[in-house]
């Protein structure tokens, strides 16, 4: 193998989908230009539709970003100070942020090592403790991280028996199955990203709701548009902005015509990670019956040698990076709120160890291998 990589390597390849797309994705932009219908075109009813066909969902709810999409279902929700919603600590910010932006209390709880995702015997310590302190637990934000889904099996009857509702964070797995059901249909709702490092991602900021509650789903489309009843000026909620605009409905619409064939290729990039890795570092763990969409794909180091190894990797021409450094505990704003057990260890370790390697569905086999080569090298070194 050379010591120089095969062709400068990108940690996610929009260039190469954009060749293999780009008369479709010319031929949307014109649709949009031709009839100007510039936000709530024809497009976005169209990928609702797909959407919710693709999902298995009876609502898809086309929205401009994945945290507005989960700050919709929050004000659905009517969440309020005096309530605990339980998330992960280890997560982007946008997880606990539109907590916070309600008045709500961030409950945050651990996370599974091998898995990434939230802890149900940490869940289930933390209603108590957050009922032991006053506050009234309300829901529970389990986050599909990386493209893995999180254990519902065990989430859902704690919620049901707790009294709960259940928001997926399925930002990064749309595409996933946790058995026999896609991301989108686990939980009373769920909300994901279109951002364009996503497993499906438009040119822009853009997301969705989901769910089967024609209340909730009546809802949510009242909220993106200032709260309107009948119209416009009929305003009978408290809303924001939330449309999605008609361009990245119609590239989005584009990008779902090839999205299973990525899936897969995918899935093939997984597997050779996770057999030329297997002992040199802690690779994913999928437990049966889960189906990862691969959004990152997240190794963890030997203790204490992370930093030599990202290092090397960079300097060898391979992108990385580190989801995430800090558990949102510990950021600035997060501080103040609760954590379970007044510690989260496992999020604290996995801060210290995880670094991503570079992950899409045009990754060929030589460039992987290269990859993998210099990751070996600094793992011995």
């Not at 339980?86 to 651990?110: H, I």
Request: with cysteine; hydrophobic share 45%.
């Amino acid at each position: 193998m050379s010591s120089e990589p095969p062709a400068p390597i990108r940690f996610v390849d929009l260039v190469r989908q954009q060749e293999i797309l780009r008369d479709r994705i010319d031929a949307a932009l014109a649709r949009t230009l031709e009839h100007g219908q510039y936000v709530m075109g024809p497009e976005v009813g169209e990928l609702e539709a797909a959407l919710a066909a693709h999902t298995g969902a009876k609502h898809a709810v086309a929205t401009s970003s994945g945290t507005d999409s989960l700050a919709l279902v929050l004000m659905a929700k009517t969440v309020r100070p005096g309530q605990a919603i339980f998330c992960p600590a280890f997560t982007f910010v946008a997880t606990a942020e539109v907590v916070a932006w309600l008045g709500a209390t961030v409950f945050f709880v651990d996370v599974l090592e091998d898995t990434f995702n939230m802890d149900p015997a940490s869940l289930e310590r933390a209603v108590e403790e957050a009922r032991r302190t006053g506050l009234e637990p309300a829901g529970i934000i389990p986050v599909d991280l990386f493209g893995l889904p999180a254990d519902y099996a065990a989430i859902e009857p704690i919620a049901e028996r707790e009294g709960l509702w259940v928001l997926s964070d399925a930002a990064q797995s749309f595409g996933s199955r946790h058995h026999e059901r896609h991301a989108g249909t686990l939980g009373d709702a769920a909300a994901t990203s279109f951002f364009p490092a996503k497993p499906l991602g438009c040119y822009g900021d853009a997301g969705a709701v989901f769910t089967d509650d024609d209340d909730l789903a009546d809802t949510v489309r009242s909220l993106l548009f200032h709260g309107k009843g009948e119209n416009q000026y009929d305003n009978v909620r408290v809303g924001m902005t939330g449309r999605m605009d008609s361009i990245q409905a119609g590239i989005l619409l584009a990008k779902l015509s090839i999205f299973d064939e990525e899936i897969a290729a995918r899935n093939a990039v997984a597997a050779r990670y996770s057999e030329a890795l297997s002992g040199v570092v802690a690779t994913p763990g999928v437990p049966e019956g889960l189906h990862p969409v691969w959004a990152q794909y997240t190794v963890r180091a030997p203790e204490g040698r992370r930093e030599t190894i990202v290092n090397h990797l960079r300097e060898s021409g391979v992108p990385v990076a580190i989801y995430y450094p800090t558990p949102l505990n510990r950021q600035t704003a997060y501080r103040d709120y609760p954590v379970v057990g007044n510690g989260v260890p496992v999020s604290e370790r996995l801060c210290q160890s995880v670094f991503s390697l570079p992950m899409h569905p045009y990754l060929d086999e030589e460039t992987q291998a290269y990859i993998v080569e210099k990751l070996i090298e600094a793992a011995k070194a």
